[in-house]
């Protein structure tokens, strides 16, 4: 089976600072790296080096052809990325000594994907693929009602969260995940709780508090492992990727949470996004 993402590209430029900035503050940083990034090249990345067949749909500009470049050295193939006459979509992402992070997001070419690429790639989709989205692209809904029209199984990943984005999506997903906040969100906004959702899959993330699987019988919890982080920064995205290309490969939910899970608890460990994300041989030999 292979893996169809919908999915923004970013160049991430990532500042280390002593602490997070407030209002008016103006701080120096002790450094400064730039990364690929974007949750949708992070994703890509992780499903790729967790060993699953992995097709990008994208856009960039004719400053981020490296970007493509790049995922395409990481195992991505790319042909569905294309490029557009404006910006590539640029983060600016503050990192505290702790690990915490703030970041300052240009959409550029990732709001700008045309309707053609989409449709080029879906053609070459089989039933029982996965097709990925995440609220940093244009043609979400589109491409969650082709994929569940195409027998497709379709993943949302919740954020950015736009409590409207996500309704507009719901009908069509098979697994959704999102963070605690962006739950709280979501409940605000429909009355639903998780396990009340009209999905198949929910996954709550809960940061150092780990994870809650809502299925087809009951929640189950999943406890995170103890590191000491450096950078969250790209982790969530690593964590889904990893589920995903878990499941793409027959694994079972909780299996493949389990390797999500070690996936980011090594992730939280480095410095920068898409480009340190652990391979599947790392994260079978981590023994926490």
Same mark, same amino acid.
């Given at each position: 089976?292979?893996?169809?993402?919908?999915?923004?590209?970013?160049?991430?430029?990532?500042?280390?600072?002593?602490?997070?900035?407030?209002?008016?503050?103006?701080?120096?940083?002790?450094?400064?790296?730039?990364?690929? =990034?974007?949750?949708?090249?992070?994703?890509?990345?992780?499903?790729?080096?967790?060993?699953?067949?992995?097709?990008?749909?994208?856009?960039? =500009?004719?400053?981020?052809?490296?970007?493509?470049?790049?995922?395409?050295?990481?195992?991505?193939?790319?042909?569905?990325?294309?490029?557009?006459?404006?910006?590539?979509?640029?983060?600016?992402?503050?990192?505290?000594?702790?690990?915490?992070?703030?970041?300052?997001?240009?959409?550029?070419?990732?709001?700008?994907?045309?309707?053609?690429?989409?449709?080029?790639?879906?053609?070459?989709?089989?039933?029982?693929?996965?097709?990925?989205?995440?609220?940093?692209?244009?043609?979400?809904?589109?491409?969650?009602?082709?994929?569940?029209?195409?027998?497709?199984?379709?993943?949302?990943?919740?954020?950015?969260?736009?409590?409207?984005?996500?309704?507009?999506?719901?009908?069509?997903?098979?697994?959704?995940?999102?963070?605690?906040?962006?739950?709280?969100?979501?409940?605000?906004?429909?009355?639903?709780?998780?396990?009340?959702?009209?999905?198949?899959?929910?996954?709550?993330?809960?940061?150092?508090?780990?994870?809650?699987?809502?299925?087809?019988?009951?929640?189950?919890?999943?406890?995170?492992?103890?590191?000491?982080?450096?950078?969250?920064?790209?982790?969530?995205?690593?964590?889904?990727?990893?589920?995903?290309?878990?499941?793409?490969?027959?694994?079972?939910?909780?299996?493949?949470?389990?390797?999500?899970?070690?996936?980011?608890?090594?992730?939280?460990?480095?410095?920068?996004?898409?480009?340190?994300?652990?391979?599947?041989?790392?994260?079978?030999?981590?023994?926490?």
């Amino acid at each position: 089976m292979a893996i169809w993402n919908l999915g923004s590209i970013n160049v991430d430029i990532v500042y280390a600072v002593p602490h997070i900035l407030a209002p008016g503050e103006t701080l120096a940083s002790t450094q400064r790296d730039t990364f690929l =990034g974007g949750k949708g090249a992070n994703m890509s990345v992780a499903a790729a080096r967790a060993a699953a067949r992995v097709n990008h749909i994208g856009a960039v =500009g004719h400053d981020g052809v490296w970007a493509s470049d790049r995922l395409l050295e990481y195992g991505v193939d790319t042909r569905n990325i294309t490029v557009l006459d404006t910006d590539t979509a640029q983060a600016i992402i503050m990192v505290d000594p702790h690990g915490e992070n703030a970041i300052v997001l240009h959409p550029g070419a990732n709001v700008e994907i045309p309707q053609t690429v989409l449709q080029t790639a879906m053609a070459e989709a089989q039933t029982g693929d996965w097709i990925v989205l995440q609220n940093e692209t244009n043609l979400q809904r589109t491409a969650a009602r082709m994929g569940k029209k195409m027998g497709l199984r379709v993943a949302y990943a919740a954020a950015p969260f736009d409590a409207d984005r996500v309704m507009a999506v719901l009908p069509y997903l098979d697994f959704l995940i999102l963070n605690a906040v962006e739950a709280a969100q979501l409940q605000a906004a429909t009355g639903q709780e998780p396990q009340d959702l009209p999905v198949r899959d929910v996954i709550v993330t809960l940061g150092a508090d780990g994870a809650d699987w809502y299925g087809p019988s009951k929640k189950q919890h999943f406890v995170a492992i103890n590191v000491d982080p450096v950078d969250t920064t790209g982790a969530g995205d690593t964590f889904t990727g990893y589920v995903l290309a878990g499941l793409d490969r027959g694994m079972t939910m909780e299996q493949a949470i389990g390797q999500a899970t070690k996936a980011s608890a090594l992730m939280v460990t480095r410095h920068g996004t898409a480009d340190v994300i652990p391979d599947l041989s790392e994260v079978t030999a981590f023994r926490p």
